[in-house]
């Protein structure tokens, strides 16, 4: 079994002898034509003539839908790391009509699909209290939706800090404000960077269940370009980037932070 | 041993490839939203039904080709046909000028039109009204409606949905004004809601939107035949039979009230 | 330091994990526990630290009782000064800060002050070099001393010490018993909990042997460490020191 020439494919080990070749290039240059390999065989295969001029003259319509997922992210983000935060300390409090609340809450997100939760939402309990703006139900929604994930994310991140360095605080004379303000906060909020910017992700993916209720964002838009147009995969295709362009950087950043915080402990 | 197991993938493997495309060249597939009573729903029994499924299976039998429907969102039907999924749509589908750059249609079979269901507090007394700023049209994606929507009415916001029963309750909630659609199915969405909306059933298009069946651009042949086909189900009397057999009731109110119906092209 | 204990008793999930303790002691500088595990040794510890509040009993330092409600509880656990075995520090602050906040926060000291007061104690341990780092990248014996810093600089009235070297490497040991033993000499009263028998005969005025929940020896060192008579004492005392 030869292996000099088998290294080159390996990311390279401190044990070993380094690669003869220019290891992470070659594979990743490999993998890159593979897939590209895969998508113009699949659609050479279509009988598909391809008409990106209709789809062009609607590249406002697309940059707009972009634009309100984005919007619509960015305020639920905000919200649902609020309800996150006061959700995860009543899963953790001694009063206990709020650790039922929290608790029931979490469980009803979790466990019931996105789709019936905005359908539920928007045309039952905000009818019923007359509500009928809805983007601000969709921000509202989301949030509730990612709030239930965030608050586990946080109370795991809280469960995360040793029991010594609270008895530690306490036999210091600090309040239990106190050491969740000094001790517990500042050190959770860093190892909850890494999922939290995962859920940034997942709620900007999920914002696409909001075009059941009109709300309009990307894939909405790009839904009505193929109405108007019958180009499907000409609106599609450039939905699927637009949503890559934005979570890619994101989901780099998080992989980044992870690293860096680990290095810190 | 190990050859065996890999010699018994092997032709698991040639089967399932084997079960999959669409098997005998022979079928003919046929596309369609089961979404639209009496035309295109589904039995009890989860079963495709209605006037279209019976207008699919007389085609076949007058081409002496096994039928197979597919059920396919509305807006998705002329993608599916350009990529070769389906052969015809039989689909209650409008010949629209924009659809024909696509798609080819048959001869028209039948003929509808579009009407309002107007929420009951809307200022809306005719169609007229609608554009403005401030009202609020709902439409469902992909249809005629949705493109005279945006034509016509300029001036008013445009919710766009996937499903008629979506639009409906909007109407019903007041968050839109109407909800513009076929005349039958405003008349039973109305007959539905009596309390909270009402129907403009009067024809307010240029002309009457005529239904065709839709193939691909090249597929002359079948282009051909389809046409022999509805000349001869036409002659036989297919049609009243069909009408006959939904539409009784229908065609008498409609009649009563002095509004025109479908199968008189 | 003076010390009265009466009838303590403190239940853990059913069991009791200390049994009507009761002792009486006056004029006494430094008090060493030692015992096996289990024996109740932290829990006493725990409990004349204000962090656990006994099922029955009193207990009362230097004259005052240790109250049992939260809030008059929080108040005495600033006069006093705990170092624990392990994970003392917190890890997102650097040594100064780890001092800094009790004097802040807890206190009241000015920022400025309390930074003074900080440089101040690191230098006397001479940790001065080591003021803006992240326990991460201190040793074990680096950290203790910290941690003893702090338990000092908000001027207890007397320190308490958990184990302070069990965990450390043995290296490290000697550089935090001499901190203990400098501080005693100093004139500050403390309760010490440990295994470094040697280390407990020279640095203590009285002795407390804590087996199974109750006191099973007491006295003054020599009394303990060279004649113990006790037999759970003298079997406790072969062990340890053995090797």
């Known amino acids: ?265 | 041993m190990k050859e065996k197991i890999i010699g018994f993938l092997f032709v698991m493997s040639l089967l399932l490839f084997a079960g999959c495309g669409h098997g005998e060249k022979n079928v003919l597939n046929v596309g369609m939203e089961l979404a639209y009573p009496p035309f295109e729903m589904t039995d009890k029994e989860g079963r495709p039904a209605g006037i279209s499924v019976d207008m699919a299976h007389e085609l076949g039998k007058f081409l002496n080709r096994p039928v197979k429907i597919w059920n396919i969102s509305f807006d998705g039907l002329i993608p599916s046909l350009k990529t070769g999924k389906i052969d015809v749509i039989i689909s209650s589908m409008t010949i629209t000028e924009e659809r024909s750059q696509s798609v080819t249609f048959s001869n028209p079979y039948s003929k509808a039109y579009l009407a309002l269901l107007v929420s009951k507090d809307s200022p809306v007394e005719k169609v007229e009204d609608l554009n403005s700023k401030g009202r609020v049209i709902a439409v469902k994606k992909g249809t005629t409606g949705h493109l005279y929507a945006r034509e016509h009415f300029p001036l008013a916001r445009i919710n766009v949905f996937d499903k008629e029963s979506a639009c409906v309750l909007e109407v019903v909630q007041k968050k839109a004004d109407c909800f513009i659609y076929d005349q039958m199915t405003i008349f039973t969405n109305w007959q539905k809601n009596p309390d909270t909306t009402r129907a403009i059933l009067k024809p307010f298009q240029k002309d009457f939107e005529y239904w065709g069946m839709a193939m691909r651009k090249d597929d002359t042949e079948l282009h051909r035949q389809v046409n022999a086909f509805l000349e001869s189900f036409k002659e036989n009397g297919g049609f009243d039979r069909l009408a006959e057999k939904y539409l009784k009731d229908e065609k008498e109110t409609f009649d009563e009230l002095g509004i025109p119906f479908f199968f008189s092209p | 330091m003076k010390l009265d204990i009466t009838g303590l008793t403190k239940v853990f999930d059913g069991k009791r994990v200390l049994s009507g303790i009761s002792l009486h002691l006056d004029n006494i500088r430094s008090l060493v526990i030692i015992g096996p595990s289990g024996g109740g040794k932290s829990t006493l510890l725990r409990i004349i630290a204000g962090l656990l509040v006994p099922e029955e009993g009193t207990i009362a330092v230097n004259g005052h009782a240790i109250p049992s409600e939260e809030k008059a509880l929080r108040d005495y656990r600033k006069t006093i000064g705990m170092v624990f075995q392990s994970y003392n520090l917190f890890p997102h602050l650097t040594a100064a800060e780890n001092i800094m906040l009790p004097l802040v926060r807890v206190h009241g000291y000015e920022p400025e002050r309390a930074r003074v007061h900080a440089m101040g104690l690191l230098e006397r341990f001479q940790l001065s070099a080591h003021a803006e780092k992240k326990p991460a990248l201190l040793s074990g014996g680096q950290k203790q001393r910290i941690a003893i810093a702090r338990a000092v600089a908000v001027s207890p009235s007397f320190l308490l010490f958990d184990e302070p070297t069990s965990a450390l490497d043995p290296e490290f040991t000697s550089e935090v018993l001499d901190v203990i033993e400098e501080l005693r000499e100093e004139g500050k009263d403390l309760i010490l909990v440990t295994h470094e028998m040697g280390f407990a005969k020279i640095v203590s005025d009285y002795a407390l042997f804590l087996d199974e929940g109750i006191i099973a020896g007491a006295g003054n060192p020599s009394e303990i460490f060279d004649t113990p008579d006790e037999q759970r004492l003298v079997q406790f005392l072969d062990k340890v020191l053995k090797y």
């Not at chain 1, 490999?30 to 009988?47: G, M, N, T």
């Not at chain 1, 979490?106 to 019936?116: H, K, S």
């Open chain 1, 1 to 265: 079994m030869t292996k000099k020439w088998m290294r080159c494919f390996l990311r390279e080990s401190g044990r070993e002898a380094p690669s003869p070749c220019p290891s992470t290039l070659l594979n990743a240059l490999l993998v890159a034509l593979f897939i590209l390999f895969i998508f113009i065989f699949s659609f050479s295969r279509l009988e598909y003539d391809f008409h990106w001029a209709g789809v062009w003259a609607y590249r406002a319509k697309f940059l707009r839908g972009l634009g309100m997922t984005l919007v619509l992210s960015f305020f639920s983000l905000i919200v649902s790391f609020l309800l996150g935060s006061f959700f995860a300390l009543g899963q953790k409090s001694r009063f206990l009509p709020f650790y039922f609340f929290s608790r029931f809450y979490v469980e009803i997100i979790r466990g019931t699909p996105l789709l019936v939760q905005i359908l539920v939402f928007f045309y039952v309990i905000a009818d019923a209290f007359r509500v009928q703006n809805r983007y601000v139900t969709g921000v509202v929604i989301l949030s509730l939706f990612a709030g239930a994930y965030i608050s586990e994310i946080i109370r795991a991140g809280i469960d995360s800090i040793g029991e010594t360095q609270l008895e530690t605080a306490r036999s210091l004379g600090l309040t239990r404000f106190q050491q969740y303000r000094f001790i517990i906060f500042p050190q959770v909020f860093k190892r909850i960077l890494p999922p939290l910017a995962g859920q940034l992700v997942s709620l900007i993916k999920d914002s696409s269940l909001l075009s059941i209720i009109s709300v309009s964002e990307f894939t909405l838009n790009a839904q009505e370009v193929n109405a108007y147009t019958y180009s499907t995969l000409e609106s599609y295709l450039p939905l699927a980037v637009g949503y890559l362009l934005i979570t890619y950087p994101i989901s780099n950043l998080s992989k980044r932070l992870e690293r860096a915080f680990s290095y810190e402990t």
